[in-house]
């Protein structure tokens, strides 16, 4: 069963506005994380930022925040002012584990983001 | 750059053919990950090793065989692939599960893979 949903295959936004990409997931265990990764067409997973199912306060990362919504299973990626160089496809992903000292990432479908200039 | 190095970065084989693909890391990560992603799809996991033991495999064919042979090094060897095993392979490590880790993974640029 699909545990991370993406709804937005693809999205636009102008240079220097704000975009929210959004991220459902499902999960009955307590303990979870949520990550965001972009991926560039050159292929590489790039970490921008974490949310643990206990934390407080949601996460910021520079011009990255994660709006964690925890009773509506959401965490929802906010980029601001967005860059030419943000264009790329964004992955949402929940961790499960750790099993035997490792961890297992589920990602979502992602999510295509288009800057215009 | 990454600190997950990955070789080759492009790589083209046939269906009789043997290739190796190989991941190295150096950040003291005692768990290696390879994913494999097809285009326009999100990554899947294919199989984890944990103290250079395998501990997940992801039911994937035996035409793919992974190989941890120390802590820094994973490999994965290629053997009578079929053309939509034609993808991009990832590499990724992890910090050992403790107080403060997140579980975030470390990815490699990734070996392009393209069977004919």
């Known amino acids: 069963a699909q545990k991370i949903t993406q709804t937005q295959p693809g999205m636009f936004v102008q240079e220097k506005e704000a975009v929210t990409l959004d991220c459902t997931y499902d999960?009955?265990?307590?303990?979870?994380?949520l990550f965001w990764y972009k991926q560039p067409s050159s292929g590489e997973m790039i970490f921008l930022i974490y949310?643990?199912?206990?934390?407080?306060q949601n996460a910021t990362e520079g011009r990255y925040s994660l709006n964690f919504q925890k009773a509506r299973k959401s965490a929802n990626l906010v980029i601001s002012a967005s860059q030419l160089g943000d264009s790329a496809m964004y992955f949402c992903a929940m961790r499960e584990g750790p099993v035997d000292s490792s961890y297992k990432l589920i990602f979502g479908s992602g999510t295509r983001l288009l800057v215009r200039p | 750059d990454t600190e997950v190095t990955q070789t080759p970065k492009h790589l083209v084989m046939g269906m009789t053919n043997k290739k190796s693909l190989k991941c190295e890391q150096h950040m003291g990560h005692r768990a290696m990950y390879w994913y494999k992603q097809k285009a326009k799809k999100p990554p899947e996991l294919m199989f984890v090793?944990?103290?250079?033991?395998?501990?997940i495999n992801e039911s994937v064919p035996s035409r793919f065989s992974p190989e941890c042979p120390n802590s820094s090094l994973l490999n994965l060897h290629l053997h009578a692939l079929q053309p939509e095993d034609s993808a991009l392979y990832l590499c990724?490590?992890?910090?050992?599960?403790?107080?403060?880790?997140?579980?975030?993974?470390?990815f490699g640029e990734g070996s392009r893979l393209t069977v004919l």
């Open positions: 999960t009955s265990d307590p303990s979870y994380g």
């Open positions: 990724a490590s992890s910090e050992n599960p403790g107080l403060g880790n997140t579980g975030e993974l470390f």
């Open positions: 949310q643990g199912s206990y934390d407080q």
């Open positions: 090793y944990s103290y250079e033991k395998l501990s």
